[in-house]
Structure formats: C-alpha cells, structure tokens
C-alpha cells in the first residue's frame, strides 16, 4: 500500500504540538502519553506491517529503553533529550544479537521467540532488585534538561514522533525499505535477486526495536517512573493490537490506531466495566472481517487504490 | 575460457541418485537447452547450479571463480539471474516494481536505508522497457498477483532478465501456458536472447519450444547426462530416442 | 530431611506439575499438529477450567462433578469458537490466527473477570483426596498422586486413541496431509472443530484439576500459556512425544529451579525455550515449519 503523504502527517503532528497551549492540563497529559504510544505501534508497524514478523514480545525493546533511559537520569543525570537518544542506541545495539538469534526462524517460532526475551527481561529485572529496583520499580525519574511545563513536554514529544516518523518512512520507501517488502512478499524471489533474507530482516528488526528503545525511554520521561510490568506480554499484546486495529503496513493506521484506543478505553472504561470484553471481541472481528484495520476501511470509503 | 564449469555435480538422497555426476560447461553467451523425461533431474541440477540445493559431491566454477559452497543469494550477486518452475513473484508489489527490484539487484545503492528517490525512478525506466519488450506494458501498475498466468510467467523472465545477468537459468518459463501464449513467449524469447549478453540455461518439457530456441541441447536420463552436443545432431541419436521411448520408469 | 527422600519428593512434586502442563499444552500441539492453528487462548480456557470447576463444586459440593462440567464448557466454547471464528480464517495466512485466538484471550479473561469477580477462587478437596500419604517417611498431598495417576491415564488413553481407533487415524492423516484427507472423502471442516473441540476440553480439565492446587485467578491464564507454549515449542509443535518430553523437561526445570536456584527460576523457563528453539527451531521432536 502506497504509504500516506508524509506532509500531512509532519502537519498533523504539527497541530496535536500545538494543542499543547490550547488544552486543559490534564487533557495535554492524556495527548502526551497517547503521543508516545503512537511512536512505539509506529515501530511495531516494521516490524510486523512492513517485514510482516508477527512479534508477541514488542514490551521488551521498549521496556529495556525506559529502564535505560531511568538509569541515565536517575544515576548519570543526562539530560532526556539525550538520554532518549541513547536508550534507543543501546536497544538497537542489544536488538542485533537477539534479532540474529529471532530471524532465523519465522511465523510461531519468531512469535515465541520474541516473547521469550520479553518474558527474560521481565524476569531478570523482577529478580535483580539492587540494580532495578525489583518489583517496585524506579520512581522521581527527573525530567532534566528541559524546561518546566506539560506543553513544552508535549512539543518535545511531537518533534521525537515527527522524527521517527520521517525515518520510519523514508526508510520504507528507500531502495533497502523496498526489498524488504521483496523479502516478505517472496522470499525465494528475494534470493535470486541477490538479498540474503536474513541480513535484511535483521536489519528492520534493530530499526524497529530502536524507535521502540526511544519509545519506551519517552515513556519513562513521561511517567517518570518504570517497573517490571513494562515488559509484560499484555503490553506488548495491548500494541499488536493497536497496530492491527489501525491498519499494518501502513505506518500512519497503526499510529491513528494507537490514538483511538488510548481514547477509546479511558473514555469507555470510565463508563462500563465491561470494556476489556468489548476490545477482545471487536478486535476479532476486525482480524476476520476488516484485515486492513481502520486504514482499510478509510481507503475504501476514499476510493484509493492500493500500488 | 568458460562461463561456466560444472564438475561431477551429484545430488543424492540415501541410495537414490537424483543427479548423477554431470558435467557440464557452458560459454559466454552461449544458449543451451537441458530436456529428459520427468524425474531426470533437471530440476535438480538447475538448483545446485544457482545455489538453491546444497551439493552431495560435485563442483561449480563461475568464471574461473569456485562458488560450489555458496548459497542462492550470493551466487544470485554474483550474476546469475533465474526463474523458478513455480513462479516465484511479490504478489503485492506491482508488475513494474517486481521488474525494477531486478533491474536495482546488483546496484551498490539497494544497501540505502534512505532517499534515493532519484535512482528509483530510473530504475523504474529501465523496468519499464523491459515490460514493454514482453508486451506487459499495459499491466505495470496492476499488482503482480492479478495478472494472468501466462503473464506471470512472462514476468518471472523479465525480472531475471532485468538484472542483467551473466547466467541465466529459465526453468519452464512456458509452462502452464496456452498454445497461443507460448508461441508468442518463443517469438519474444527468441528476439531478446538474439542481442542478450546472457549465457542461457533453459529447461522445457515442450521440445517445439527448445528446438525453436537453442542451439545446443544436453539430454538427461535419471540423472545422467547422456547427450551434449549441437540441437540436430542430438535430436537423431539413438540414445536419446530409447531415452524418449523406451523403458518407462 | 534425608537427602534422598527430599529429592524423591522434589521428584514427585515435578511430575505432578509436568502432568498438569501435560493436559493444557497436549491441546495448543494437537491444535496445531492438525489444524496448524496457534491458539494463543489456550491458557485462557485452561483458567475458564478452574474457575468452572469452583463454582461448580460450590454449588453442588462434588468434586467429581466440577470435573465433569469444566471440560464440557471448554468445549462447547471451543466448538462455538470454531465454528464461528476459525472457520473463516482457513483460507488466511498464519498470523491471522495468531491474532484472532490473542483476541480470544483477552476477551475471555474479561469475561472471566466479569463473572467471578477479581478475587482468586479455591477448590475444596472431598476427604478422600485432601490426605497425605508417607513417601520415604516424608509426608505428600494425595492429590499431587492423583494428578500424576491423571497425567498418565490422559497420555495412555490420547496414545491409544491415536494409534488404535480409526478416528485416530483420521486425525493424524488429517495432520499429515489435510487436502489429500479432505479429498478422501472426510470432512475435514468436521475434524477441525472437534479437535479444537477436544483440545479445549482437555485445557479446561486441567484447569479444574489444578484449581485445588493452584487456585484459580486471572493471572492463572498468562502464567500457563506462556508455559504451555514452552513445552509446544521445546518439544516440537504437533509431536506427541514432544509434548510428554516437553512437559516433563519444564516441570523438572520449574519444580527444582524454584527449589536450589530461586533467583534463577523465574527466568530459566524462557531461557530452555530460547536455546532449545536456536539450536533446532523445529523443536526436539517436530519438523520446522
């Protein structure tokens, strides 16, 4: 599917920055943090819309940035800008080992595998207290290196997603971006063309844990504070979700995804209890009914056709 | 000095022989067709050639270089280009960005993680004149899962041939198609093999088509090769007839 | 505690956790041996099991009886879910049915929570079952015995089913080659949904066996997927044998791990499945995929 014009994307992102000096308080809290969950279902889209690598462990790059991202304010006292910067080099860096163990397998065995290490982080940073803080977490992560205030957060937040969004997409379509699309169309196909498979799924596979390490460290910042819970499968089930919702493959959907789910289930949730059930069974419904998500169906009600 | 150099190439599975020590050399440029009855090995012997199946015993020189141990990938950058008997497309991807995806195979750029919009769109001029020389022109948007069976397998060769390769292996390339579509497959075939700069591997079934377009013929019989030679001289050997007509197996 | 017997009981203890595993993760491998389907809610209907299986033996005060109802509602809603759901992604690639079955999961953990509430449930055991016995001249729960006796009733019974009945011949033709069985002349639509039928029949069972041990909670259905799929994974999805062998191998590690190395436990499950899926990524039985 042709990718959607980066130009209205930038300007969306643009306008939901802006919305920060027009919002009440808490309502600019609520788009922040629907902001970063945008960001880390833009990096699952790479990885499961793009390279079509189902992953049930996408919690782990982005709890292993948060955790990295606490220990660089909290010990090292780096400033976040840079600090989120950093905890995405450093998921990127553990991604290569852990993505060359993931890709040589495919479909379950990738899934498994994926969650495997997320489940491993969870409990390595569950156990080792004294460096992790165990079960509870780390808390009174400060927010250094920017200045005071919920709207300059949030500007701050947007210009990380518009950065990402930019690589994310001008990666896609790129000469590389394109024979990723080969290998998961056909791989023999992608063979005879000279590509070797498994380099080139490595490659999206530290691309995609890296924008989610930058995700999660975003997160941190956000929440300032980080525990175990972050590399649950449910998170990561909770963005394999959104991704789906919104439309895999297609960077904008997973992200609109994202956004109306985060809305969706604080305003619902605030309204019946009944909600959780409500998500399982439309989420169903959407993978037997609409495959194409949410983008699916606006590019049929616009009349697009696909490239 | 030739193009290509086989030695001995064997493929067995337990006491069975699929391929049993072939030889075979194959110049620059040159055009040769490998036939036999059904489980001679042709197949086989094709997929060691270009690396899809590993070898029981047996060597293979690339232009003086001994790729024997390489895998399908590496010996696909090295210049050998193929089409697979099973068509072997990205559905999804348009005709024209499936010809272009060959036409960018070997260029140092496809390692570019960003831009190279530019590149791109030549590449996509290049696909373009290769649809048109195949007639698939008028279907280069349209995804490459929709397209007709015989077109696909049009394009399967364009994509090969898009990559500008030193060897070139077409495995079948008119199978399944009508009596129509093949007749214009040959044509077409016939004229871009004339300028090519393409040594030709080519397996058929239909001998119309391998006496129409190649030169040299090599006979296969349960996995041995039992004729090479000039396309008439091997036609009117007698092994081959008893190949053809007696002993079913 | 002599050394000797502690290890016997460590032994014991390990086998009846493999046999409890053994009901839940010998449904994901028929699953997917026969309909190559990932049900990543098998975990789920394991805790719909246990928490059938309590309020069942609440309102009627048998136990027998909570083993009777747990694997009749597991698979009533498995066939339901089948037919309804599965049924129409046949055609798809894999993932779909990875995806639809995580539906599933959440879904039902939902309804679950709505239904009983989030306080965690226990079974009472009937006199018979609540005893202990003397191993070694160490005291043990009857009724880790009886899951082992359970266990192994379960593997006799599904082996002679699989080798000895036509219907088991059915299934593993259907496993092996489901076109060529369909073309046969079987109703391959009608296989499927009673294999998944079965398969969460026997989830459900083990739920409401392990509800006495156990307890049935919400987490119980994330904790033992994860497990189940170990065991799939380790042994080879779609192998018997693999099943039994993988059940054995993640008691054995879990039981004993948590026992000397604490620390270690909670991670050594995932990372048996790591190594063993790098070194053999078909698992130790299966073929790969």
């Known amino acids: 599917m042709k990718p959607a014009d980066p130009k209205l994307v930038l300007l969306a992102i643009a306008l939901a920055g802006a919305l920060g000096f027009v919002l009440p308080g808490h309502a600019t809290t609520l788009l922040t943090e629907a902001l970063i969950l945008a960001l880390f279902a833009l990096s699952l889209d790479l990885l499961v819309g793009h390279a079509r690598l189902t992953s049930f462990g996408h919690a782990g790059p982005w709890a292993f940035g948060a955790y990295i991202a606490a220990a660089q304010l909290l010990v090292l006292h780096i400033p976040l800008p840079l600090a989120v910067l950093v905890s995405g080099l450093a998921t990127a860096v553990i991604a290569i080992p852990v993505g060359w163990l993931c890709v040589r397998t495919g479909g379950v065995t990738f899934a498994m595998l994926s969650l495997a290490f997320a489940q491993l982080g969870f409990a390595v940073v569950f156990k080792w207290n004294a460096v992790t803080g165990g079960s509870d977490g780390l808390a009174g992560l400060p927010r250094l290196g920017l200045p005071a205030g919920r709207e300059v957060f949030l500007l701050f937040v947007c210009g990380v997603l518009a950065a990402a969004y930019l690589l994310a997409h001008g990666f896609v379509t790129s000469p590389l971006g394109r024979i990723v699309a080969a290998v998961r169309e056909n791989e023999q196909r992608a063979e005879a063309l000279g590509h070797d498979p498994r380099r080139i799924r490595l490659v999206v596979f530290v691309l995609s844990y890296f924008l989610a390490g930058v995700a ?92 | 000095m030739s193009l290509l150099s086989c030695r001995g190439l064997t493929r067995a599975w337990g006491a069975f022989r699929a391929v049993d020590g072939v030889d075979l050399d194959l110049a620059e440029r040159e055009i040769c067709a490998v036939i036999g009855p059904n489980g001679a090995g042709k197949s086989t012997l094709f997929a060691m050639i270009a690396g899809n199946l590993r070898k029981s015993a047996g060597t293979v020189h690339l232009g003086g270089e001994d790729v024997s141990a390489l895998p399908a990938h590496a010996m696909a950058a090295r210049g050998v280009a193929r089409s697979f008997q099973i068509t072997a497309i990205c559905p999804e991807l348009s005709a024209l960005e499936n010809v272009r995806l060959g036409v960018q195979a070997l260029e140092r750029l496809r390692w570019q993680p960003l831009g190279g919009a530019a590149a791109m769109r030549r590449g996509e001029e290049a696909a373009m004149g290769w649809l048109e020389r195949l007639g698939l022109a008028g279907q280069a948007r349209l995804p490459a899962g929709e397209l007709a069976h015989g077109d696909q397998r049009l394009l399967e060769v364009a994509v090969a041939l898009a990559q500008r390769p030193r060897l070139l292996i077409l495995d079948e390339p008119t199978q399944g198609m009508s009596q129509g579509e093949t007749r214009r497959t040959v044509a077409l075939l016939r004229g871009i093999m004339a300028e090519a700069e393409t040594a030709i591997l080519l397996v058929e079934h239909d001998l119309e088509v391998v006496f129409e377009l190649a030169p040299r013929l090599i006979v296969l019989h349960r996995g041995r090769k039992i004729a090479d030679g000039p ?17 079913l197996d | 505690m002599d050394p000797l017997a502690l290890f016997t009981l460590q032994v014991l203890n390990a086998l009846s956790l493999s046999a409890l595993l053994f009901f839940i993760a010998l449904g994901l491998t028929l699953i997917f041996g026969i309909m190559r389907v990932v049900n990543f809610a098998h975990g789920a209907v394991f805790m719909l099991g246990a928490y059938c299986g309590v309020a069942v033996q609440t309102a009627t005060g048998s136990f027998a009886a909570s083993l009777l109802a747990a694997p009749l509602a597991g698979a009533a809603l498995g066939l339901a879910f089948e037919r309804s759901a599965l049924s129409r992604l046949y055609a798809r690639e894999h993932s779909a049915f990875l995806l639809v079955t995580f539906g599933l999961a959440l879904a039902l953990t939902e309804a679950i929570r709505l239904i009983w509430g989030a306080d ?89 066996l392990a509800a006495p041990l156990l307890s049935a909670s919400l987490g119980l259905g994330s904790n033992v997927i994860i497990d189940a799929f170990v065991i799939v994974m380790i042994g080879g999805m779609g192998s018997f044998i693999g099943t039994v062998a993988g059940s054995l191998l993640v008691g054995f590690a879990q039981t004993f791990g948590n026992f000397y190395v604490p620390e270690l436990a909670l991670g050594m499950t995932y990372a048996l499945m790591i190594t063993v899926l790098v070194l053999r990524p078909g698992g130790l039985f299966g073929r790969p995929e």
Do not use: K
């Open chain 3, 120 to 208: 965690a449930r226990q079974t009472e055991l009937p006199a018979l079952l609540a005893g202990i016995v003397f191993v070694m001249d160490e005291p043990f729960p009857v009724y880790r015995l009886l899951l082992i006796g359970a266990g192994g009733l379960c593997w006799l019974l599904c082996w002679l089913g699989l080798q000895r009945t036509r219907l088991g011949l059915l299934l593993r033709a259907a496993s092996q080659n489901p076109t060529m069985t369909a073309a046969l002349g079987n109703d391959v639509g009608r296989v499927r949904a009673m294999v998944f039928a079965l398969a969460c029949a026997l989830a459900a069972l083990g739920g409401a």
């Open chain 1, 216 to 307: 999660g460290a975003l997160y941190a910042g956000f929440a300032q504070f980080v525990s175990p819970e972050l590399f649950f499968w449910t998170v990561s089930g909770h963005v394999l979700v959104m991704v789906v919702l919104g439309g895999a493959g297609t960077l904008v959907g997973p992200m609109l995804g994202a956004l109306a789910l985060f809305y969706a289930e604080h305003e619902l949730s605030a309204l019946t209890e009944s909600w959780g059930l409500a998500l399982g069974l439309l989420f169903m419904v959407v993978v037997i009914a609409a495959p194409a998500g949410l983008m699916g169906w606006l590019r049929a009600a616009m009349g697009a056709r696909g490239r």
């Open chain 2, 231 to 247: 396309t008439a001289q091997v036609r009117a050997d007698a092994a081959v007839q008893e190949a053809y007509l007696g002993g």
